[in-house]
Nanobody
Framework: QGQLVESGGGLVQSGESLRLSCAASGHSFSGYAMGWFRQAPGKERKFVATISWGGGSTYYADDVKGRFTISRDNAENTVYLQMNSLKPEDTAVYYC???????????????WGQGTQVTVAS
């Protein structure tokens, strides 16, 4: 099956930026939407953003809208999440996922990465 590998996480100060990458391999993701989700300790996995295969349609959770930008480079089989104006509440493990449809529902996604830790210090 397909494999997704996230990278780019780390420790940053409040107000700084970070760019996450998710590389796909082992499967043809042509036509798939990609999404980003995050999970803080003791909390459920939450939707962050999704992007259509062609990149022309994006959707964001309200708490990241205007600060985060999702994009993709299909030639490189990679999806990105640019995170600006980071807040301590953004601290979580970030996961990328692939779905033949897309959207904010985690259970609908077919492939998941292992996650990358993002920590925002206050």
């Amino acid at each position: 099956q397909g494999q997704l590998v996230e990278s780019g996480g780390g420790l940053v100060q409040s107000g700084e930026s970070l760019r996450l990458s998710c590389a796909a391999s082992g499967h043809s993701f042509s036509g798939y939407a990609m999404g980003w989700f995050r999970q803080a300790p003791g909390k459920e996995r939450k939707f962050v953003a999704t992007i259509s295969w062609g990149g022309g349609s994006t959707y964001y959770a309200d708490d990241v809208k205007g600060r985060f930008t999702i994009s993709r480079d299909n030639a490189e089989n990679t999806v990105y999440l640019q995170m600006n104006s980071l807040k301590p509440e953004d601290t979580a493990v970030y996961y990328c996922a692939a779905d033949d449809f897309g959207g904010p529902v985690a259970t609908e996604y077919d492939y998941w990465g292992q996650g990358t830790q993002v920590t925002v210090a206050s």
